[in-house]
């Protein structure tokens, strides 16, 4: 995790880290929603003048859509509604650090300000796995705080995930002689 994660809330004022926290907040309970339809708990929130234009949870499991990430469709609503395809004047607020199809539609899409909350050390290119959002050969690079209500967004992760490997039909597995299951 890169060393500006630790000190980016002196860089914002008392202000701005407030509000951050409460728009990730509305990010962990769209998350939240999104876990409960067995999708991967991720909530994604566009911010404009202080007001959310619109909110998103990953959809993939439902639209059978492996592109249906919270940052995307948040994306396109978002340019849907303002009618413009540049949100040079918005936040996107993630729970999760972007993989790099999210973060190529954030530079794509020219937003201000990027938030998020867990890093994701197998996929994350916001300095996890890699700096997408930050590359300096790219024509845009967004403002980037990481690690805002990290735990909280990472447990809500954790606790996923733990449910997807344990369950009934795990546990109701027959032992044979020899397997080492008990």
Known sequence: MPADSRTA??????????????YIRNAIDLAREAGKRNEV????VVVRDRSIITGATNRTVRDQ?????????A????????????LDDCTLYVTLEPCAMCAGAIVLSRIKRVVFGAW???????????DLL????LNHSPEVRAGVLATDCAA??????????????VLSLPAEKGSGLK
Do not use: C, N, Y
């Open 9 to 22: 809330a002196a860089s914002f004022g008392a202000d701005a880290v407030s509000l951050d926290e409460q």
């Open 41 to 44: 708990p991720v909530g994604a």
């Open 65 to 73: 859509d492996p592109t249906a990430h919270a940052e995307l469709l």
């Open 75 to 86: 994306i396109r609503e978002a340019s849907s509604k303002l009618d413009r395809w540049r």
């Open 120 to 130: 994701d050390e197998k996929a994350g290119m916001a300095g996890s796995v890699g």
């Open 134 to 137: 930050r590359h300096p050969r």
């Open 156 to 169: 809500l992760l954790e606790e996923f995930f733990k449910s997807q490997r344990v369950g009934p039909a």
